[in-house]
């Protein structure tokens, strides 16, 4: 994993002036902190940057070499994919905010009669579907959630790293899992979320133990 230009820039400023809050960083590249978030996360999860609450990010000392990049590289999805969680696409709203709740997920993946991925629902689908409606019960998830080909998807063999760059790059919380069993008909088999990144990296940053997977 190369560094951008921009990491590299953040670096320098980190060195020069750290501990130094994330605003100060953005503002002295001109930008949003919002835009800088996935950046800082990265060079924090890899081990370049450390953070401490109320005092900013600071410089570790480490090196490229220190930094087991080439383990990030080669983990593949399916070392770390979780139980999906599925509901119907005739199941009712209310069905699927309980369901979300009690497996304590912020998506659940949609499938049809055949089992296969039908559409996504998120946190926000439900609140907004909750609001001023009177009748979740009887409101099917086929009405609010997003639906196939608009879905981003994953596979068990895709490398860990391009799966985190993929919900970056959609702002998403959340990819399914697929086998593309016939002509993107797709049967979901797991799960990967921000969690699970999260979870992947810092501990193969932080511990000289192997890695185990996001199984919960």
């Keep these: 994993m190369e560094l951008t230009d921009r990491q590299e820039r953040i670096l320098e400023i980190v060195k020069d002036e750290g501990p130094i809050t994330g605003e100060q960083i953005a503002d002295h590249l001109s930008l949003t902190r919002a835009t800088l978030r996935p950046d800082l996360a990265i060079l924090t999860m890899v081990g370049f940057l450390g953070a ?3 005092v900013g990010y600071y410089f570790t000392g480490k090196t490229g070499a220190e930094v087991p990049l080439t383990e990030i590289k080669e983990r593949k999805v399916g070392e770390y994919q979780s139980i999906p969680v599925v509901v119907g696409e005739s199941d009712s709203v209310y069905d699927a905010i309980s369901a979300m709740f ?13 089992s ?5 629902l998120s946190r926000k689908d439900l609140l907004r579907a909750s609001i001023g409606k009177q009748d979740l019960e009887s409101m099917p998830v086929s009405i609010i959630m997003t639906r196939m080909p608009n879905i981003t998807v994953c596979t068990k063999d895709d490398l ?4 985190a760059s993929l919900l970056i790059e ?7 899992v697929v086998n593309d069993k016939d002509n993107h008909q797709y049967e ?12 992947a990296l810092v501990d193969l940053v932080q511990s000289e133990r192997p890695l185990g997977g996001d199984r919960s």
């Design 52 to 54: 401490r609450p109320r």
């Design 102 to 114: 009690l497996e304590d997920v912020g998506t659940l993946f949609v499938v049809d009669h055949a």
């Design 116 to 120: 296969r991925l039908a559409g996504v």
């Design 160 to 163: 860990l790293i391009e799966a």
């Design 170 to 176: 959609r702002q998403i919380d959340a990819l399914p």
């Design 188 to 199: 979901v088999v797991g799960r990967v979320t921000k969690t699970t990144m999260t979870k």
